[in-house]
């Protein structure tokens, strides 16, 4: 089956430092998804990017779908993006996502 | 906003014993899901909804079994807890075309 691998495992930064975090999949993905998880556990989609470049706030991700790879990049972190960020993918199968285990941030003040 | 509720937010079970975790959406939604979150894996599917009346396995199926009486409702049984059944549950909805799940706030569930 599809297997999402997300790097680094943890990252912690200083507050106004850059995140840069990673999302490598197995195989074709016709959607790709982040999400947020904040420390108390809900769990909210941040954006789609499936391929290309797309931004939004101070979160740009990049997909290359050909290297099945996708990252997300915060700019200048605050302490409220401390929580856990989960890459997940959907394959050509239809509605299912597969999702990596995350990365957990901590931006300290 | 989508909104997805779920009951309860925390359960003790005991071994053997039969556990079912509610799932309610109020935005006409298609598709439902249910996952399990556990620390070193993610989330992991369980079982999924296309509609009312229909069920899907999903990557873990075993030892649960699914129900989607309603466009509404999607619930999570498990008939004989066992305590590696102890974990975070996590309902989920979308519909077909969107590019987004919305997710419920979890259930937290331990079995002893």
């Known amino acids: 089956g599809q297997q999402v691998q997300q790097s680094p495992a943890s990252l912690v930064l200083q507050e106004g430092e850059n995140a840069e975090l990673q999302c490598n999949f197995s195989?074709?993905?016709?959607?790709l998804q982040w999400f947020y998880q904040s420390p108390g556990g809900s769990l909210v989609s941040l954006l789609s990017n499936p391929s290309g470049t797309k931004h939004t706030g101070r979160l740009t991700s990049t997909t290359v779908t050909k290297e099945r790879r996708s990252s997300l990049h915060i700019s200048s972190s605050q302490t409220t993006d401390s929580g856990t960020y989960l890459c997940a993918i959907e394959g050509n199968a239809g509605a299912k996502l597969t999702f990596g285990g995350g990365t957990r941030l901590t931006v300290r003040p | 906003e989508a909104a997805v509720t779920q009951s309860p937010r925390n359960k003790v079970a005991v071994t053997g014993g039969k556990v079912t975790l509610s799932c309610n959406q109020t935005n006409n939604h298609n598709n439902m899901y249910w996952y399990r979150q556990d620390t070193g894996h993610g989330l992991r599917l369980i079982h999924y909804?296309?509609?009312?009346?229909?069920?899907e396995k999903g990557d873990i199926p075993d030892g649960y079994k699914a129900s989607r009486p309603s466009q509404e409702n999607f619930s999570l049984i498990l008939e004989l807890a066992t305590p590696s059944q102890t974990s975070v549950y996590f309902c989920?909805?979308?519909?077909?075309?969107?590019?987004?799940?919305?997710f419920g706030p979890g259930t937290r569930l331990l079995v002893l």
């Open positions: 195989s074709t993905a016709t959607q």
């Open positions: 909804s296309y509609g009312a009346g229909s069920t």
């Open positions: 989920a909805s979308d519909d077909w075309g969107q590019d987004t799940q919305y």
